[in-house]
């Protein structure tokens, strides 16, 4: 069942805003020296401004790099409300069949890696393994220097680890168990997000399109906490867990937002 969370749109006053003031925001952009393709505002479910720079348009998938990860993080979030996956689940033993059949001795801070470390960035990799399409032999052999939970290291292939634990869980396509769990329930259609494919044919990630409104569907998502129309389709507990800081990203925390630390595949920000 379908259930748009864009309940709408409404004048910035009706959302309790000013016009002039949300002109002001996008003026700002535009000054900002980015290049802003769009824009889309929500305030309780209903867009109060919305607008598209020519040649672009709300629909089109726009190359969103590493908010793929948030997506993929979710499906987690998804298949452990399953009952499928849990957060401390090892990595070796949700890859176990794979460690066997590539020969792999994983090191002894490879065996007590859980899923939480990859979904926090701090899986205790010193590099981030080669992403080719061996993404996932590499994962499995690269040494890991620190204790996975110490220190943070952004690490891309380890979300794509993510992916593949959904996929091995499910025994489906990370996007067509997404689509059928996630995407449709909450209004995103198929049309309105793309994903990239390795050489091999796997799913790459970070390499989802993806429109503006699919995007703030994602994030009205987490605003409610994982719950659709009276659905639950995340856990309460995980939603709040993803949005937690689960490590620091900088020495000096709090500086910039990418100095806030990290939650599970999200960036926390200054603002609350």
């Known amino acids: 069942m379908s ?3 864009i309940r709408g749109a409404c004048t910035p006053e009706a959302a309790g805003l000013k016009s002039a003031d949300v002109l002001a925001c996008l003026q700002a952009l535009d000054e900002s020296g980015n290049e802003i393709h769009g824009f889309v505002a929500a305030r309780h479910g209903k867009v109060f401004a919305e607008t598209y720079l020519a040649p672009f348009s709300g629909t089109l998938p726009h190359t969103c790099h590493s908010l793929g990860k948030s997506y993929t993080c979710t499906a987690v ?11 401390d689940d090892l990595v070796v033993d949700v890859f176990a069949e794979e460690i066997k059949r590539f020969g792999i001795t994983p090191d002894d801070n490879m065996r007590v890696m859980k899923l939480r470390h990859l979904m926090s960035m701090s899986c205790g990799m010193e590099r981030m393994p080669d992403m080719n399409e061996h993404w996932e032999e590499n994962f499995l052999r690269s040494p890991v220097k620190f204790a996975p939970g110490a220190q943070f290291y952004y690490n891309s292939v380890g979300s794509c680890m993510l992916g593949a634990a959904v996929e091995k869980v499910t025994g489906r396509e990370l996007d067509a168990y997404l689509r059928e769990t996630l995407l449709a329930p909450i209004g995103i259609g198929a049309d309105e997000l793309v994903w990239r494919r390795f050489g091999n044919g796997r799913l790459a990630e970070p ?6 409104r699919a995007n703030l569907r994602l994030g009205l998502f987490y605003l409610a906490g994982g719950e659709v129309n009276g659905r639950r389709i995340v856990s309460e507990q995980w939603m709040r867990e993803a949005v937690d800081k689960h490590i620091e990203t900088a020495l000096n925390p709090g500086v910039d937002d990418a100095s806030c630390g990290y939650g599970w595949q999200l960036w926390m920000c200054k603002q609350p």
């Open 3 to 5: 259930f748009d969370l």
């Open 77 to 87: 979030g998804v298949a452990c409300a399953q009952g499928l996956l849990s957060p």
């Open 207 to 212: 390499g989802i399109s993806a429109t503006t």
